[in-house]
């Protein structure tokens, strides 16, 4: 069984800085594309950031701020957000399509969800 733990959210105050990870386990032959979507109150589910084979897209309203990586040895990957602001207040999904040991064809799976919120 595959499964993305998550880690990192919490409560910072606008202008600071947070560091969310999320690492990959199970019965994983390769991952392709990883990436973090978040949800905030009344709104739909929006992309963040994505990164695959070293190629990386942001949404306009994180770019310059938040920063996508992933260490492929250890199955994680990382968003490094900085200059927070309310508006970054949502709760955030990590998202990998991964190759399982017994399937051929990747399979989108999705983390559990962490609660980022930036206040005062």
């Known amino acids: 069984q595959v499964q993305l733990v998550e880690s990192g959210g919490g409560l910072v105050q606008p202008g600071g800085s947070l560091r969310l990870s999320c690492a990959a386990s199970?019965?994983?032959?390769?991952?392709?594309?990883m990436g973090w979507y978040r949800q905030a109150p009344g709104k739909q589910r929006e992309l963040v950031a994505t990164i695959r084979s070293g190629s990386t897209n942001y949404a306009d309203s994180v770019k310059g701020r938040f920063t996508i990586s992933r260490d492929n040895a250890k199955n994680t990957v990382y968003l490094q957000m900085n200059s927070l602001k309310p508006e970054d207040t949502a709760v955030y999904y990590c998202?990998?399509?991964?190759?399982?040991?017994?399937?051929?064809?990747?399979?989108?799976?999705w983390g559990q969800g962490t609660q980022v919120t930036v206040s005062s």
């Open positions: 199970g019965s994983i032959n390769s991952i392709d594309a």
């Open positions: 998202n990998a399509d991964i190759r399982s040991k017994w399937y051929e064809q990747p399979i989108g799976y």
